[in-house]
């Protein structure tokens, strides 16, 4: 899909390229101005170093004979890492860009802000646009952090008299002190990290890019920078925000747009955002797990039939998870539950031969806090037999969890079974089961943390009184 | 009311209007005129910060390689028969000038390329004007070359007791300019294709040496066929010579074939400038730095 609008164009801006419309002034002031529009936006890329090369040459030629960027079916060993993207945003909003690694987020944001193009669709942006992206880039060793300081904010589109006039406040900011005026070489990374963040997070941009860079610096500086951001924000201020931390979130974005294998899969509310991204966290926790699992499998690639060219038989594990879901109260198979929810997992078993006194234990797994719960069917005395699926087929069991206290996010299953004897694992398999907690007619049980504690307030003033 | 700018990102060329493109090229660059002062002043202060020669290695080497042909000559290792004979003075003109000049030129060719490597992160990171990188890195030549005239014309005002001095000796820095510019815009069209394959920067590393011994540097001009093709086949030589007659006050052998170049750089130059933005996100994009 080619967009009828010239590329890369832009008027009255001061550091990218601008396109021929008008700017409408009126629209401007509305809360309905829309900052960016991104609609049906794909790219490529291409699996294989050389042949990308070539490639290159040929989309130059395209370039110079007046065809524009590449768009047509995908060549060999492309794929396309943006998927048919589309969304828009409002003046003021504050949206977290949620994904796995690879999901596509990051060459969003590279194609928003001018660096990279797109191969199919177009990104419209109103309004001056800044990117915190790698912190300091631009700084030179040898130069003081003074000089840097005015050497960098120049790249990003400030002139001179604008770094003098707020120096004191980057200077404060980025805790520096007497060091501004030694070299950068003899600065920590942690010092590296907050003169660029000072520096670059002092521009008063419409839309500002953030990826990844909050993720940097010790806890306090961390939280400094989410107080900075949060205040940009509250003033109007545009933002996208790539990161991993989803705690964070929260605090200053309302909408999140969740990415997975280039195309988005959820666009809305912040925590039903994250609920849908840590759900799928887990899913891709567990095929990493299983990756891992047949790579040890076979630890040696020589023997391998792809290399020996012999046939071997497929070995099957004696015990395997068929396997997993959550059900409702009412035994109905359902992903999505509110915090004081009962939930229960079923577990479908196949065995390849009878056995007695087995044992499961059972993780419940936060995608972004880590293992929140196990249970031990021992421990309950829950003991039981696996029948052969030849003789029994698939063996079911049910786990009941009363009033489960999760709050919103993502959450997943890590599911071992054992033998009778304390060493005989037999199974052990991760994220499965995979469900999310929202709580989306009570606003007031999405709290931060994992859990609500069951508890209760009293006033002991009240009872010295009486 | 301030009003508000608009971006549009899309796969259409920008091509189809070349001559809005050129403008907007020139505008953006305009508009962040001081990013170029002061990415200059940064490369200018750090290139020697860390040396202990300093800014003596912006003419140290061309003094050092015209010494080493001037000595082969003064001790008649290598004679120039075509010519007749030259007398010392006059060779040592002939070749510390050729020397100087040549060094710009090759400043100014591998200028762009390098400039695009050292400068590949941050373009992959930040928005700013592409070409300023290359003005940038043109500046640098001509502040280099700047300070070796400093060295070299006082130099030759004492060799040849200012008797060369004409009113074509005001065109020396012209048309000097322009033996840079002619690198800078081969450089230029080389990065598209030096960013994606570095047989690129190879083959000008390999081929610098081939094309110096080529031009008329350390020998005579030639005039005879088949050896004057040097001068009409090589792109650095119709201007390098004309530089050095109207530095040493030489009656100009091919200023037409000069001027006649340098009227074609421009809308070359400009082609290049073209090729090197719409280029650029296609290199951020291949060559391995995003």
């Known amino acids: 899909m080619s967009h009828p609008h010239s590329t890369d164009e832009k008027k009255n801006g001061a550091s990218a390229p601008v396109e021929s419309v008008q700017p409408n002034e009126c629209e401007a002031e509305t809360d309905d101005f829309k900052v960016v529009e991104v609609e049906g936006v794909s790219k490529t890329y291409c699996r294989n170093l050389r042949r990308s090369l070539w490639y290159g040459v040929q989309d130059i030629f395209r370039e110079l004979t007046f065809q524009g960027s590449y768009s047509g079916s995908l060549r060999k060993e492309e794929f396309e890492a943006v998927q048919e993207v589309s969304f828009d945003m409002k003046r003021g909003e504050c949206v977290a860009l949620l994904g796995p690694n690879g999901a596509g987020k990051s060459s969003m944001l590279k194609m928003m802000n001018g660096i990279l193009r797109p191969n199919q669709g177009s990104i419209r942006i109103r309004g001056r646009v800044s990117a915190l992206i790698e912190l300091g880039t631009g700084f030179n060793p040898v130069l003081s952090g003074r000089e840097n300081v005015f050497i960098n904010s120049s790249i990003l589109g400030f002139s001179r008299e604008e770094t003098e006039e707020k120096f004191d406040e980057i200077l404060e900011f980025s805790e520096i002190g007497e060091f501004i005026d030694s070299p950068v070489q003899s600065y920590s990374s942690g010092m590296k990290v907050r003169l660029g963040f000072a520096v670059a997070s002092h521009l008063a941009p419409d839309l500002l890019l953030v990826d990844e860079v909050l993720a940097v610096g010790d806890l306090a500086f961390r939280l400094k920078c989410y107080d900075h951001l949060q205040k940009r924000v509250e003033s109007g201020m545009s933002v996208i925000v790539v990161s991993h931390i989803v705690a964070m979130m929260p605090r200053f974005c309302t909408r999140a747009i969740v990415f997975d294998k280039g195309r988005v899969t959820f666009d809305g509310d912040i925590m039903e955002g994250i609920a849908e991204y840590q759900k799928i966290l887990g899913i891709e926790k567990a095929k990493l797990k299983r990756i891992n699992e047949d790579d040890f499998s076979n630890p040696d690639p020589l023997s391998s039939p792809e290399t020996t060219g012999v046939e071997e038989p497929e070995i099957q594990p004696e015990v395997q998870v068929d396997h997993a879901k959550t059900l409702d109260q009412n035994g109905v198979e359902s992903d999505t539950f509110s915090t004081g929810d009962p939930i229960t997992l079923e577990i479908a078993i196949r065995s390849q031969r009878d056995l007695e006194q087995c044992k499961m234990v059972i993780s419940l797994d936060s995608a972004s806090f880590g293992i929140v719960s196990t249970m031990v069917s021992a421990r309950k005395e829950f003991l039981f037999p696996l029948g052969s699926v030849s003789r029994k087929g698939l063996n079911v069991f049910r786990l009941h969890l009363k009033k489960v206290p999760l709050v919103d996010g993502g959450y997943s299953f890590n599911i071992s079974i054992y033998g009778d004897g304390k060493l005989s694992l037999l199974e052990q398999r991760h994220a499965l089961g995979a469900f999310k907690i929202l709580n989306t007619n009570d606003r007031r049980k999405a709290l931060k943390g994992i859990l609500t504690i069951n508890h209760s307030w009293e006033n002991c003033n009240d009872r010295e009184e009486s | ?290």
């Not at chain 2, 928005?127 to 003005?135: G, K, Q, S, T, V």
């Not at chain 2, 069209?189 to 047989?199: H, K, Q, T």
């Not at chain 2, 010579?241 to 530095?247: H, N, V």
């Open chain 2, 1 to 290: 009311m301030k009003p508000v700018p608009e971006t549009v990102y899309s796969p259409a060329s920008p091509l189809r209007d070349p001559i809005a493109l050129l403008r907007k090229i020139l505008r953006e660059n305009w508009e962040r005129r001081e990013l170029c002062s002061q990415l200059f002043w940064r490369n200018i202060k750090t290139q020697y910060r860390q040396t202990m020669l300093g800014i003596l290695w912006v003419f140290l080497p061309a003094i050092i390689s015209a010494l080493i042909w001037i000595f082969l000559h003064s001790f008649r290792v290598i004679r120039f028969s075509d010519a007749g004979e030259i007398s010392q003075t006059a060779y040592i003109l002939h070749v510390l000038t050729g020397m100087f000049l040549w060094q710009s030129f090759v400043e100014g060719y591998s200028a762009p390329i390098a400039a695009f490597q050292q400068n590949r992160n941050m373009m992959g990171k930040i928005n700013f004007p592409r070409e300023m990188i290359i003005l940038v890195a043109i500046c640098e030549v001509l502040f280099n070359a700047a300070v070796r005239c400093l060295i070299l014309i006082p130099f030759v005002l004492f060799l040849t007791s200012g008797e060369g001095i004409s009113a074509k000796t005001a065109l020396f820095p012209v048309v000097f300019s322009a033996l840079i510019f002619s690198g800078v815009t081969v450089g230029l069209l080389l990065v598209p294709l030096g960013a994606l394959y570095l047989d690129v920067g190879k083959v000008l590393t390999m081929i610098t040496p081939v094309w110096m011994i080529m031009t008329p540097i350390i020998y005579p001009t030639p005039t005879s066929f088949p050896a004057n093709l040097l001068v009409y086949c090589n792109l650095a030589s119709p201007t390098l010579i004309t530089a050095r007659d109207y530095l040493l006050g030489q009656a100009p052998q091919h200023e037409g074939i000069c001027w006649l170049y340098v009227t074609l750089l421009v809308p070359l130059f400009l082609l290049a400038v073209v090729l090197y933005r719409i280029s650029i996100p296609i290199l951020l994009e291949r060559s391995g730095n995003q």
